[in-house]
T-cell receptor
Framework: DAGITQSPRHKVTETGTPVTLRCHQT?????MYWYRQDPGHGLRLIHY???????DKGEVSDGYSVSRSKTEDFLLTLESATSSQTSVYFC??????????????FGPGTRLTVL | GQNIDQPTEMTATEGAIVQINCTYQ??????LFWYQQHAGEAPTFLSY????GLEEKGRFSSFLSRSKGYSYLLLKELQMKDSASYLC?????????FGGGTRLMVKP
């Protein structure tokens, strides 16, 4: 299994509060991704990173920001949480070597509830 | 944009064979992935197709037809532990787009 951890694993917060989720990898992979998973929508990409300080938006980026100051850590921040951001958040990593299939490997997920 | 369709639910019997279909429309294509996800757990990688044809890996096989925008995942000799959701995902450019997943229930 790829060495990916997420913290916290569960969080309950109130509307309007800031929340930061952390993804940590020990695989030295270049690419990291944040997804959310909701019933009826499957997995949707929020943001991704292709290197330290290099990030780009995904399909559902509004209300979220990210930062990557080290190869191993990718942070997802909800500046002011809303109830629509209640979801399960998954981090993924991939290695884009020239012979790689670029398979993404997922962390265990964080269940976030915004009241 | 991407559009990926797969059935929402399927039921099959232990020991049988089941085929889970995935159709896609994409503005770019460089690979199709299948993932398995047990309830409350992370998705885990099953298979990858980039060329037309069948890829076999033990009890699981995956087929791709790029001209038809079609893939299927074939599960043989079903076991109870195969009860899970199966996610089809298409890669275009830097991103993976996932279908909504097919929940497979295996009955004794």
């Amino acid at each position: 299994d790829a060495g990916i951890t997420q913290s916290p694993r569960h969080k309950v917060t109130e509307t309007g509060t800031p929340v930061t989720l952390r993804c940590h990898q020990t695989e030295n992979h270049r690419y990291m991704y944040w997804y959310r998973q909701d019933p009826g929508h499957g997995l949707r990409l929020i943001h991704y990173s292709y290197g330290v300080k290099d990030t780009d938006k995904g399909e559902v980026s509004d209300g979220y920001s990210v930062s990557r100051s080290k190869t191993e850590d990718f942070l997802l921040t909800l500046e002011s949480a809303t109830s629509s951001q209640t979801s399960v958040y998954f981090c993924a990593i991939s290695d884009r070597g020239s012979t790689s299939t670029d398979t993404q490997y997922f962390g265990p997920g964080t269940r976030l509830t915004v009241l | 944009g991407q559009n990926i369709d797969q059935p929402t639910e399927m039921t099959a019997t232990e020991g049988a064979i089941v085929q889970i279909n995935c159709t896609y429309q994409t503005s770019g294509f460089n690979g199709l992935f299948w993932y398995q996800q047990h309830a409350g757990e992370a998705p885990t990688f099953l298979s990858y197709n980039v060329l037309d044809g069948l890829e076999e890996k033990g009890r699981f096989s995956s087929f791709l037809s790029r001209s038809k925008g079609y893939s299927y995942l074939l599960l043989k000799e079903l076991q109870m532990k195969d009860s899970a959701s199966y996610l089809c995902a298409v890669r275009a450019g830097n991103m993976l787009t996932f279908g909504g997943g097919t929940r497979l229930m295996v009955k004794p």
